[in-house]
């Protein structure tokens, strides 16, 4: 298909090349004819203004030569006077020509009258006695000449074709064999096979470069498959943590009759799995919709200093069971965005804060408008602790989902989902702002969101 196209395009190409040479060398040849017979036309013309009779005019000597001495060739020229009267004809006169019925103009860019009969052309011009002088000539030499010139234009374009074509199919086959190759290669891809690479090396540039962007494109189908499969399988285990306390719960109560007492024990640790259950679910359908683009529903005019503030009221009996202090700097700072949302990320962020941290250590939380390096003013949410921070090694990852912070750094020896800083970063990336981590082995961790200002601000 692509030989057919090349060489199909090829020949119009050409064809429309040689009719072109072939029409503008016609027009001039035409020209040239019409400009030789109405020269030898005003020479006769200035003959007669001179003087000389009617019978005596030839056409000059020149022209002869010019048209043609073979008498196919040769020019004829009949005179009319103004009553229409032939006067004298020599030459070749075609039979039934005449004068025309209107005199041809003297004057003027045009002052003669072309008429093509045939292979034949004429040139009418008007004499000073008001007659007409007519002068013509068939132009076989001239259509020979075009003849020849036709046959040698037609054997160069099929010369300029065969050429073509065979270049097209070379170069349709330079470029159709990476192609081909290619589309063997993709045919292999599928979603258990993600593995599989187009070859990126050519010739052609283009080619190579589509390889390389394709290659990329699957690399990363690759690790999305990769990410929603581990996404899958921590899911799954995180839920079947819960579900298995409940049975082994329901199991242990109902293997034999037991005091009320154990039943409520039972029943209690059964809420606790469900509620830790339905906890994690809604963190899963939560990343489900930032998946699929789905998260921020809501961009409400927001004061992100009295979100938070209520937020600290919130956890602040918890971090007086794990005797934390929490401090805060609240500056009224305006954002638009989705108030629940953003107050999950306070809230993830300082529960974090709180159960990463000494007994008896420091939390600050602060919000306040700041001026950033690239001179835009930002929303700035910072919850900063004394804990004992981040390894490094971790902290590449600690937004990563399912990633847990190490359960020693705890007060408690205990561990979240593991989804929490997903989650931040997911709103916090919906509301346009960015999240980053600050974090010194043994000298605390210091979280920073920066959100865009509304226009109250």
């Known amino acids: 298909m692509l030989t057919a196209s090349h060489v199909g395009l090829l020949a119009a190409v050409v064809a429309a090349f040689a009719g072109t040479i072939y029409w503008m060398m016609s027009r001039a040849v035409h020209h040239q004819a019409e400009a030789d017979l109405l020269a030898a036309a005003e020479i006769l013309v200035r003959e007669l ?70 292979p034949r052309l004429d040139i009418v011009v008007a004499t000073p006695d008001g007659g007409q002088l007519r002068i013509g000539r068939p132009l076989a030499k001239e259509s020979d000449d075009l003849g020849r010139l036709a046959v040698r234009l037609a054997t160069g374009a099929m010369v300029a074709l065969v050429i073509g074509a065979i270049a097209a199919v070379w170069l349709a086959d330079r470029i159709s064999t990476p192609l081909r190759r290619m589309a063997v290669s993709a045919q292999r891809v599928s979603d ?81 799995a469900a509620r830790r259950m339905k906890r994690l679910v809604g963190d899963l359908l939560l990343l489900s ?84 390096e690239d001179s835009s003013v930002k929303v700035a949410l910072t919850v900063e602790d004394r804990g004992p921070g981040i390894p490094l090694t971790s902290q590449a990852t600690v937004f990563d989902r399912f990633t847990r912070g190490d359960s020693a750094r705890t007060q408690h020896g205990e561990t979240g989902t593991g989804l929490g800083l997903s989650i931040v970063r997911e709103i916090v990336e919906a509301h346009g702002g960015t999240v980053a981590l600050q974090s010194t082995p043994g000298n605390g961790t210091t979280m920073t969101v920066l959100l865009p200002t509304s226009a109250m601000t």
């Open 49 to 118: 203004n001179e003087g000389t009779a009617p019978t005596s005019l030839r056409i000059p000597e020149t022209y002869f030569h010019r048209f043609g001495p073979a008498p196919r060739d040769q020019a004829f020229f009949a005179l009319w006077n103004s009553a229409g009267v032939k006067v004298v004809d020599k030459g070749n006169v075609p039979a039934g020509i005449g004068p025309l019925d209107r005199r041809p103009k003297r004057e003027g860019p045009h002052p003669f009258e072309t008429q093509v009969s045939g």
């Open 192 to 272: 258990r096979n993600l593995k599989e690479r187009l070859p990126a090396e050519s010739t052609i540039v283009e080619v190579g470069q589509l390889a390389t962007v394709f290659n990329a494109m699957l690399l990363r189908l690759e690790q999305a498959f990769d990410r929603q499969s581990r996404f899958t399988a921590d899911a799954s285990h995180e839920l079947r943590t819960p579900v298995a306390v409940i049975l082994a719960q329901a199991e242990h109560a109902l293997s034999r009759e037991r005091a009320s007492e154990d039943y409520q024990g039972a029943l209690g640790t059964c809420r606790d």
């Open 289 to 372: 919709r930032a998946d699929s683009g789905q998260l921020l529903a809501r961009r409400d005019p927001i004061d992100l200093a009295q979100i938070t503030r209520d937020v600290v009221d919130l956890l602040r009996p918890l971090a007086q069971e794990r005797k934390v202090q929490v401090n805060t700097n609240l500056a009224p700072s305006r954002s638009l965005g989705d108030a629940g949302q953003l107050g999950q990320v306070v809230t993830n962020l300082l529960t974090n804060a709180i159960r990463y941290n000494h007994l008896g250590g420091e939390v600050l939380v602060s919000v306040e408008p700041r001026q950033c």
